[in-house]
């Protein structure tokens, strides 16, 4: 992934705090020689003390062999998004069917050493941090080894801890245009309310105003939403 200096994160906390609310993702794991990685979607429960993601698969998924072989693997995380038309982004004095269309996204990229748990003790305490995680108000059971109602169902899945070892992080929101059409390009996003908008919205201001390019008009738009 090709990272700008302007698309890059303003320090740790900018992709710490976006990735504790993006908990779905996909884990790429490479194959054998002449064939394809293999991707997985899954849901992941990240720990930002320990610096590792938990999660499980069932036992009859087909990566397992290929994630042995091949333990570094790399979990993406991508949300956030919205296409940016070509209009919105000219630049000042130039004719507006001359700007250049993108996309703005935020991205994080796990590279990970894979860790496969087999332990029945150890996979019901990675489950109970997983179940903790998606419903920390409870309902649910203990996950305990052997025990019911969970208890016999944990040979038909394996876990995996997945050990961080490096992260890049990405937050494209048109960082190298000038204030002025960062701006023009919110209040149009503002008017376009589509899939999100608001969120790409929200990133580019916030990350204008802290590279010091806000202006006294940065909170205003058709929506007046932040």
């Known amino acids: 992934m090709l990272i700008h200096p302007w698309d890059a994160p303003t320090d740790d906390a900018e992709w710490q ?6 908990d779905f993702g ?18 992941f429960a990240y720990d ?16 397992w062999s290929a994630l042995e072989d091949r333990p570094t693997v790399l979990l993406s995380v991508v949300d956030d998004y919205t296409f940016i ?26 590279v990970c ?17 997983q179940t903790t995680h998606f ?3 409870g309902g649910s059971a203990p996950v305990v080894a052997g025990a019911a109602p969970y208890g016999r169902q944990l040979s ?42 608001a969120a790409a919205r929200r990133h580019q201001r916030r990350r204008l105003a802290a590279n010091g390019g806000a202006s006294s008009s940065a909170g205003q738009g058709t929506t007046g939403q932040g």
């Open 156 to 197: 038909g899945i394996r876990g995996l801890r997945l050990e961080v070892r490096e992260v890049r992080a990405k937050f494209k929101y048109g960082g190298k245009r000038s204030p002025s059409v960062q701006h023009r390009t919110a209040e149009r996003l503002a008017e376009r309310g589509g899939p999100g908008d």
């Open 48 to 63: 930002p003390v320990r610096r590792e993601a938990v999660t499980h698969l069932a036992r009859p998924n087909p990566l």
């Open 113 to 129: 050493t894979a860790h496969v748990v087999d332990n029945p003790e150890a996979k019901a305490a990675l489950l109970q941090r």
């Open 26 to 43: 996909q884990l790429a794991v490479n194959g054998a020689a002449g064939e394809p990685p293999w991707v997985q979607p899954l849901h």
């Open 85 to 110: 038309p070509g209009p919105w982004q000219a630049a000042e004095g130039q004719p507006p069917e001359h700007g250049v269309p993108t996309s703005f996204y935020a991205a994080v990229q796990l």
């Open 17 to 22: 705090e976006w990735l504790a609310a993006h």
């Open 135 to 137: 419903q920390p108000d």
